[in-house]
């Protein structure tokens, strides 16, 4: 387990990332994009800070909002990069404590994709740098292991701590994860300070291809 070596093409990468257009928003299999190409999903618990990664990440504000506007944030919703490339933001999961009704919906929903999407590279999960691995967490990354999808882990909001508390929580992280050896890798992030977003930009670089 390790962070993914800066890739030769992160500013490709971000061109490439500030293209991200809506394509479509689903709610059953049968919605889903077209499994061709390449895509990456992004995923967390709600408020953990994964529209506002999303945003850094693509340097639009508008992209994650429509994931937000209602009736979309059940939906996987799916955006173009250009003509074989994707970003997909799946629907954000229930706090711990959200009843188990609302938790197997969201695994529901998102089983026939994790399971059957061919054109799919690997995960970003998004975690609260403060409140990493919930059961929810926990059992989205051992899925992910059981299905060999490659899974990078940002600790967001990583600016409400100090840089000791923050070096310290990316040690604790590495060490909790050292058991799924390099399928996962895991970084600091915030977005507002933009921290680590080269870092995200060599991973799905190294996951999506370098951008022609
Ligand atoms: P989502 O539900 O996972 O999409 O979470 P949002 O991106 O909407 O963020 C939830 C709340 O956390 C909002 O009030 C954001 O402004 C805040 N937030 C998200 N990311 C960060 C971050 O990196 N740093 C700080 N300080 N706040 C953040």
């Not at 070096?167 to 992280?173: G, I, Q, T, V």
């Not at 590495?174 to 895991?186: E, I, K, N, P, S």
């Amino acid at each position: 387990m390790s962070t993914p070596r800066p890739g030769s093409h992160p500013v490709a990468m971000k061109t490439l990332l500030s293209k991200a257009k809506f394509l479509v928003g689903a709610r059953r299999a049968v919605q889903f994009a077209e499994d061709e190409g390449m895509e990456v999903a992004i995923a967390g618990r709600s408020n953990a800070g994964k529209s506002s990664a999303l945003n850094a990440i693509t340097g639009q504000r508008g992209l994650a909002r429509t994931s937000k506007t209602p009736g979309r944030t059940r939906e996987i919703n799916f955006f173009s990069l250009d003509s074989t490339r994707r970003v997909v933001d799946l629907p954000g999961y229930g706090y711990a404590r959200a009843p188990e009704a609302i938790r197997r919906e969201w695994g529901h929903t998102v089983e026939r994709y994790l399971e059957g999407r061919r054109s799919l590279r690997g995960l970003v999960l998004v975690m609260d740098v403060r409140h990493p691995f919930t059961d929810f967490d926990e059992r989205l990354i051992a899925w992910c292991d059981s299905l060999s999808l490659p899974l990078h882990i940002l600790l967001t909001k990583s600016d409400k701590l100090g840089k000791n508390r923050q070096r310290a929580s990316l040690l604790e992280a590495r060490q909790h994860l050292a058991g799924y050896g390099d399928r996962v890798t895991v970084q600091l992030f915030s977005a507002p300070k933009r921290l680590g977003v080269e870092e995200v930009y060599a991973c799905l670089a190294s996951w999506l291809g370098a951008p022609a």
